[in-house]
């Protein structure tokens, strides 16, 4: 009985401070919020009546003054409006006001300080009133003082009652606590305990040979001699097998995806094995600020998805190094341990010269392969000389690559995008026992698209390096299939995508990469504002006053249909006027590869076609469209995510588009609207989505419309299917996926024919 008495004495006296704190956090946030709301109010009166005021004071017209203070101070919670001449004598007030000679504080401080005042005082019976003071102006100077009045009791008796509501709530938590204690202690331990000691007993004494699970607890007292005696007994081996298979069951648990569930999971699949990331990008870049280095983490889903799985396997990240203090931060082989603050692997950095970078990066990989998978008539340029520094690029990362495998058996690697074609088929020709994975992020065109690209086969031939190939989605695995079919002999299975060609069998599979979930945590004050007040204020950053918010977040690039989208806005307010001045859409374009002519062009074209909407439609205080060019932060993309009541992913061909995952991952609330192009790969998973073809304006339109006008509970419904989907195929699902499937390629030997587990 005493720890069942102490049981429920604990957990009240838990239940009390934990219900008493947020209680009290619920009234200051509620007093703040009354308040707040309450002096927005009297502003705005007090404004409204300024002019007239004014007018009828340096009238002196005390009738008509008094009639428009009578009929103003009838309103809703409004006591009475007061007026104040220049020396601070009453002119007039509401006759229902009792007002002492001497103006209440409030009203002095706005004398004095000749700007709005406001604060709750106690009226004559004691009651609480919210007293707005705001100076009267004319073209000759100060005039006197306007005072509102408003009746603030409501507030007392709005907090009085949150107080007693959860006071209510804890007693029936109380009485359900201390029932719910005596119930489990009475059947679930006393009467278990005595079970488990007989069983113990028996056990001993080679009478009951079955196992069970032993409860522990500081009232086991009957069974501490039984435990001792058997203790001896027990084999190591079969502790240790059956902790290990609870590991198992609880990595394999329905739980979703996280950065400490893929390092579990991977330790286990990964064994002792070092796994090797190579790509174009770095996890951590180095920056001079000044005369400080600063550490930082560059954005993209890549390095979300991976860094845990480095800092899992103890593994080595081969990348560019083009931080400006890389090489000061790197030892002279452009190795050093990351992450800075707790190093669990190692980062590799290749330098390259900049006619290197020019010509492999800039050149050949975004001039030419980017254009070229990415059907959006944007014509590929192809260069012998970019293609020459693409392929002494690789070859570079394949030295290095090849000397920090040199000491390991069957190493695997994980090639990362188009910038890297080739690098498969050059490890695999030095390390033949090497297992080789490439993702390529973009999409892959169809034979006649890639047919124009004028080494093909050598791209081609490059990837089938590989033993596994991953795309975004089944489609461009399809394609793929196809331009190798067309353009190299090869022996192609449709039934299990594979590519076999002298000897090297190329799994080729799908792997939609997604976002972490949530993608980004609401941080410092923007948690604590409520969401009206959160998009009240981002408004005013903006300069529009508007009753909807649509957002689009994008790299400026030619890919994304940024100036369609534009368009569409256009024709929706020409089709639907009566949102004009209700409706504005905000880009958060951030400029991108802006040495290259197109993207250059491109930037001056969206800002062109915005400011030709806007000049069609705006006003003094609306724009259609809003076009912020910058570098945002997560923080500043979360805020318009969160508070937008529909988001625009236009791309006219995109691999993925994670900026659709990152909307929906952001909608705590579950609520806003996607809308999604079909030419992306997201577009095959978030099917609640209003699916679109950003090459048609006038659907676009339309969807705009839609969604503005859905139902609370379609909008509520279709964002809750999107994000279970996110949720549960997230990044970490992406990345433990890609790497177990690699970790599970047999390379065969001479005359075996390869086996791939599924995972």
């Not at 004559?124 to 919210?130: C, P, R």
């Not at 590991?247 to 579990?264: F, G, N, Q, Y």
């Not at 991108?592 to 705006?618: M, P």
Request: glycine share 6%.
């Amino acid at each position: 009985m005493k720890i069942t008495l102490r049981l429920i004495v604990s957990l009240i006296i838990v239940a009390a401070l934990v219900a008493s704190g947020f209680s009290y956090l619920q009234v200051q946030r509620e007093k703040g919020n009354l308040a707040q709301e309450l002096e927005l109010r009297a502003a705005i009166l007090a404004e409204s009546l300024h002019d007239s005021v004014v007018n009828l004071l340096s009238a002196d017209s005390p009738a008509r003054l008094r009639r428009l203070v009578e009929r103003f101070g009838n309103r809703k919670r409004l006591k009475g409006v007061a007026v104040y001449d220049a020396q601070g004598a009453l002119v007039v007030s509401s006759s229902g006001l009792k007002l002492e000679e001497s103006p209440l504080p409030p009203v002095k401080e706005s004398m004095t300080l000749k700007r709005g005042q406001g604060g709750v005082e106690k009226d004559a019976a004691g009651k609480s009133i919210y007293v707005f003071a705001a100076p009267l102006y004319q073209e000759n100077g100060y005039l006197g003082t306007l005072a509102l009045f408003h009746d603030a009791s409501y507030i007392d008796a709005r907090l009085q009652g949150i107080w007693r509501n959860n006071f209510l709530l804890l007693l029936t938590l109380s009485f359900l606590i201390a029932l719910t204690t005596v119930f489990i202690v009475r059947w679930s331990i006393t009467g278990p305990i005595a079970q488990v000691a007989d069983w113990l007993k028996g056990l001993r004494l080679g009478k009951i040979p079955q196992q069970t699970c032993l409860p522990r607890g500081d009232f086991l007292g009957p069974l501490a001699t039984e435990v001792t005696n058997l203790a001896e007994s027990l084999a190591l081996a079969r502790a240790t097998a059956t902790a290990r298979e609870e590991s198992r069951l609880r990595i394999a648990a329905d739980t979703p995806w996280m950065a400490e569930k893929v390092k579990e999971y991977l330790r286990d699949e990964l064994g002792e094995k070092t796994l090797f990331v190579v790509s174009n990008r770095e996890p951590y870049m180095h920056i001079k600020q000044g005369p400080r280095i600063e550490c930082m983490v560059p954005a993209g889903g890549l390095v979300t998805a991976l860094d845990p799985v480095m800092q899992a396997c103890n593994g080595v990240w081969i990348a560019h190094g083009s931080g400006s203090a890389d090489r000061e931060t790197s030892d002279p082989q452009g190795r050093l341990s990351v992450p800075p603050e707790e190093p669990l692997y190692t980062l590799r950095r290749i330098w390259l010269t900049k006619e290197e970078e020019e010509g492999y990066y800039y050149g050949f990989s975004n001039e030419g392969l980017w254009p070229l998978c990415h059907i959006t008539h944007t014509r590929p340029t192809f260069r012998q000389e970019d293609w020459i520094q693409y392929q002494k690029v690789n070859e570079k990362f394949c030295e290095v690559t090849l000397e920090e495998i040199a000491h390991e058996e069957s190493p695997l690697i994980l090639i990362q995008d188009y910038h890297f074609a080739l690098l498969p088929l050059l490890i695999k020709s030095k390390r033949p026992d090497a297992r080789v994975a490439i993702f390529w992020h973009i999409p892959w065109p169809n034979p006649e698209a890639f047919g124009i690209n004028p080494w093909k086969k050598e791209i081609l031939l490059g990837l089938l390096g590989a033993d596994l190939l991953g795309f975004h989605i089944q489609f461009f695995c399809n394609n793929f299939l196809q331009t190798v079919d067309r353009f190299l002999e090869s022996k192609i299975d449709w039934e299990h995508f594979t590519v076999e060609r002298r000897g090297q069998t190329t799994w080729v599979k799908p792997f939609p990469i997604s976002v972490a979930f949530p993608e980004i945590s609401k941080k410092g004050a923007v948690a604590l504002l409520p969401d009206p007040l959160l998009r009240e204020g981002m408004l005013k950053e903006i300069g529009v006053q508007t009753k909807y918010l649509g957002v689009g977040v994008d790299r400026i690039d030619y890919t994304k249909g940024i100036v369609e989208r534009f368009r569409a806005v256009e024709r929706f307010l020409e089709k639907h006027p009566e949102f004009v001045g209700q409706f504005t859409f905000v880009e958060l374009g951030a400029p991108s590869r802006t040495n290259i002519k197109q993207y250059h062009d491109l930037v001056a074209e969206v800002e062109e076609t915005a400011d030709k909407i806007n000049w069609r439609f705006q006003s003094l205080t609306w724009k259609p469209i809003i076009f912020l060019k910058a570098h945002h932060s997560h923080e500043t993309v979360y805020r318009y995510y969160s508070v937008a009541d529909l988001c625009m992913v236009t791309s006219l061909h995109d691999g993925m588009n994670l900026v659709a995952k990152e909307f929906v991952a952001a909608r705590e609330d579950e609520d806003g609207v996607l809308i999604l192009s079909e030419f992306t790969g997201a577009s095959r998973e978030l099917l609640d989505a209003i699916i679109v073809n950003p090459y048609d304006i006038e659907e676009m339109a339309e969807a705009i419309h839609y969604a503005l006008l859905m139902e609370p509970e379609e909008r509520q419904e279709r964002m809750k299917r999107m994000r279970g989907q996110v949720r549960e195929r997230n990044i970490y699902y992406w990345a433990g996926r890609l790497v177990s499937t690699l970790t599970r390629l047999r390379i065969p030997r001479s005359g075996e024919e390869e086996v791939l587990n599924k995972p």
